[in-house]
T-cell receptor
């Protein structure tokens, strides 16, 4: 149990286009989902916290108009990178916190590699 | 703000030997959670072990154990009988005690190499 999926697993796009990444909790309901960004050989940096039915809370320095987050249901959150540029190329990871589970664990998706040409 | 420090960018260990990864953190909270995550080349984050700060007993999961020193704000991970499959990046992480604060703060990671 407690499986989180991400789609797509990798994507290549042209500069100036928008890319949507989906994060789904497959076998549980997630009241909160988190979006992280990871550059090569670096740690995970939290971008935003997404609560179902409400606006996402962005970390300092993260452009909310650039990285649009929607958490429309208890099993799906989406991250849209708008007008992507090469510096947005990175590995994006989501995690989900289960409503009914122990409140101290998050389950991570497998990540999405974004390359902007 | 909470910070997590992993002072060892890289570590290596011989297969079947024991290795300890260091982690220190800074917080003003009295109740919190600490985690060790493993990130293999697949980049899937895997929870290795977790510790609740209010528990004095060190957590253990099979070959993995921690040395939690609350006063020193230290949380090291010991891997016993190291296996080739243990080779990965290991991240120490901190999480506050609850309410709206479920965010994880990660250290910079330690790359563990296991030599056959």
């Amino acid at each position: 149990g407690a499986v989180v999926s991400q789609h797509p697993s990798w994507v290549i796009c042209k500069s100036g286009t928008s890319v949507k990444i989906e994060c789904r909790s497959l076998d549980f309901q997630a009241t909160t989902m988190f979006w992280y960004r990871q550059f090569p050989k670096q740690s995970l940096m939290l971008m935003a916290t997404s609560n179902e039915g409400s606006k996402a809370t962005y970390e300092q320095g993260v452009e909310k108009d650039k990285f649009l987050i929607n958490h429309a249901s208890l099993t799906l959150s989406t991250l849209t990178v708008t007008s992507a540029h090469p510096e947005d190329s990175s590995f994006y990871i989501c995690s989900a916190r289960e409503i009914a589970g122990a409140d101290n664990e998050q389950f991570f998706g497998p990540g999405t590699r974004l390359t902007v040409l | 703000a909470q910070t997590v420090t992993q002072s060892q960018p890289e570590m290596s260990v011989q297969e079947a030997e024991t290795v300890t990864l260091s982690c220190t953190y800074d917080t003003s909270e009295s109740d919190y959670y600490l985690f060790w995550y493993k990130q293999p080349p697949s980049r899937q984050m895997i929870l290795v072990i977790r510790q609740e700060a209010y528990k004095q007993q060190n957590a253990t999961e099979n070959r993995f154990s921690v040395n939690f020193q609350k006063a020193a704000k230290s949380f090291s991970l010991k891997i016993s009988d190291s296996q080739l499959g243990d080779a990965a990046m290991y991240f120490c992480a901190y999480r506050g005690s609850g309410g709206s604060n479920y965010k994880l703060t990660f250290g910079k990671g330690t790359l563990l190499t296991v030599n056959p």
